[in-house]
Every structure is written in structure tokens, then in C-alpha cells.
């Protein structure tokens, strides 16, 4: 069985780990773990092709060895000495990578979000965020709104107190488009922002509803819903057009009667015009038609 660094070798055509995962060797644990899931997500077996798989496998599983490595003391220490990787020959370690990976990055949570967002409104990245939006969208507050994480319409009034406050402290221009804004821009955003609100509402309610139920129920309830669309079109056609009496049925034969009146006077107008050219045509020919004089 191959040791890790004839792996990394064979894998990676290199034997230093470090340079595997392209970062110096004084990196901290940090920067391991990012590049390693920065690799990792190269060569994850979920996301090459199916004739590539196999390859992939075995890079994933190095580079989970490597990942186990550096980012152990004692096992680090070793390495950086000696060059030596303890219990190099234990693939049991690597028999559960994807395991590992699991472990390593979880699945973000609602409340991991919640947690975040508390720790950045307010916080100097946030303010550095805001001041990189407000340059980058020349003081466009939908630009500044879409970019910044977690800032709504209705952090309107705090978001300008903030960009006015670097203005006044000749940090950033001022953009007129910021400080004097259309009011009809204004409107159309809050008009948006509105429709979105409730849409995400009612789709929230949706999912909470949907894991409350078991498959079949969520079937049927889909059902249900076309069956109540269909019913609500038909409902708007028949009150729409199901009052029509006899008098609002269409007469064919009278339209097509009207129609052959129509066309039948377009031919003679067409006759009548194509006389009268003919007509100034003979009296040219005869000399009768003199030409005007210049004024």
C-alpha cells in the first residue's frame, strides 16, 4: 500500500504537503481548513464526471489524510521536522472521508444565520460593506440594499445615517442620486421590496405546512391546489362571457356579406383611380395639358 506522500505524489505530483494545498507553512489551522475545502470541492467526487469518479475518489481520500495531518499537533510537529507522517499506513482513517468532510464543514442552520447576522449589524464589516456598496453603486440605494447582507427597506433610515455620516466625514462623495432620491424610485423599490415579503411569507408558510404532512398528503394537496386553479379560471371565463345573450352571437353570414361590400368598394376606388390616370396620360400625349408657371 502507497504511503500518503507517494499519494500525494502520484495524485498531486507533489510530496510536500503544504504545496499540495498551496499555502505556507507557517499557515494557521484557518487557512488549512479553507484550502483544503477550496481542493476538496475541485476534485468531490458528486461533481466530475461519472468516467472521472474513481480518480476523484482517491484524491478526496488524500487530501482528507492531508486535511487529518496538519491539522493535528503532534502529527504536524512530526511532519515539519522530520518529514514523517505518523500512521501513514492506517487507511482505516480514511475509510470515512466523506464522513469527515461532513464533520468538518455541517450544513449551515437558520440559526447559524441568526447567530451571524447578530454578530455582523452594526459591526465594523458591516460599516465597510455599506461603504464598498455605496462607492460601487454611486450612491444607489438598490444597489447598496441587493449587496449588503441582511439590510432591508426597512433599514432605510440607519443606512443613510450611516453613508451620511462618511460623507460628512469626506470618506466617500457625495451622490446626489443618494441624497436626493426620486421619489418615485423610492416608491418603486418599497413597492417591490412589499410583493417579495409576501411572497417569501407564503412560501414559508408552504414549506412549515408541507413538513407537518406525510408524502401522499403532499401529493393530494398539490392536487387539490391545480383543481382550485382550474376552477378559478373557469369561474372568471363564465363570468366574463356567460351572460351573452342570442343578440351577442356572431352572424357569420352578415359578417361575410359586409366583407365582400368592403371589398368590392376597395376594387371600384382602386377602377376609378386607375381611370383617371389613363385619362391625364391621353391629354399629355395630345398636348393639352400645359405646365405650370414659376412663380
Same mark, same amino acid.
Given at each position: 500500500m502507497p504511503s500518503l506522500l507517494d499519494s500525494c505524489e502520484k495524485y498531486f505530483n507533489t510530496r510536500n504537503l503544504y504545496e499540495l494545498l498551496e499555502i505556507p507553512k507557517e499557515s494557521l489551522e484557518k487557512d488549512i481548513k479553507k484550502a483544503y475545502y477550496k481542493i476538496s470541492l475541485k476534485v468531490h467526487?458528486?461533481?466530475?464526471?461519472?468516467?472521472?469518479?474513481?480518480?476523484?475518489?482517491?484524491?478526496?481520500k488524500v487530501l482528507a489524510k492531508v486535511h487529518q495531518v496538519l491539522t493535528d499537533q503532534?502529527?504536524? !510537529?512530526?511532519? %515539519? &521536522?522530520?518529514?514523517?507522517?505518523?500512521?501513514?499506513?492506517?487507511e482505516g482513517s480514511l475509510s470515512t472521508w466523506l464522513?469527515?468532510?461532513k464533520k468538518i464543514f455541517k450544513?449551515?442552520?437558520?440559526?447559524?444565520?441568526?447567530n451571524y447576522e447578530k454578530e455582523y449589524v452594526g459591526s465594523d464589516l458591516e460599516r465597510a460593506d455599506i461603504k464598498k456598496a455605496y462607492l460601487g453603486g454611486k450612491g444607489c440605494l438598490n444597489h447598496i440594499i441587493n449587496s449588503v447582507p441582511f439590510? !432591508?427597506?426597512? %433599514? &432605510?433610515p440607519r443606512l443613510k445615517e450611516i453613508v451620511q455620516e462618511m460623507i460628512d466625514a469626506e470618506e466617500v462623495p457625495e451622490f446626489k442620486i443618494f441624497t436626493?432620491?426620486?421619489?418615485?424610485k423610492r416608491k418603486r423599490r418599497h413597492q417591490k421590496y412589499a410583493r417579495e415579503k409576501l411572497e417569501s411569507d407564503e412560501l414559508k408558510k408552504r414549506i412549515k405546512q408541507s413538513t407537518n404532512l406525510t408524502l401522499e398528503q403532499q401529493i393530494m394537496k398539490r392536487q387539490e391546489s391545480r383543481q382550485n386553479s382550474f376552477t378559478s379560471l373557469m369561474d372568471k371565463l363564465i363570468e366574463k362571457y356567460g351572460d351573452e345573450d342570442?343578440?351577442?352571437?356572431?352572424?357569420f353570414?352578415?359578417?361575410?356579406?359586409?366583407?365582400?361590400k368592403k371589398i368590392k368598394k376597395v376594387v371600384e376606388k382602386t377602377n376609378n383611380k386607375k381611370s383617371t390616370t389613363k385619362a391625364k396620360e391621353r391629354l399629355v400625349r395630345n398636348g393639352k395639358v400645359k405646365k405650370k408657371k414659376a412663380d
Open positions: 467526487p458528486d461533481r466530475v464526471p461519472e468516467e472521472d469518479k474513481e480518480i476523484a475518489t482517491e484524491k478526496f503532534n502529527k504536524r !510537529a512530526l511532519y %515539519d &521536522e522530520q518529514g514523517v507522517i505518523e500512521n501513514d499506513e492506517d464522513e469527515l468532510w450544513p449551515i442552520t437558520t440559526e447559524d444565520i441568526e439590510i !432591508a427597506v426597512e %433599514d &432605510e436626493n432620491e426620486p421619489a418615485a342570442d343578440d351577442d352571437v356572431v352572424d353570414d352578415a359578417l361575410e356579406a359586409k366583407s365582400k
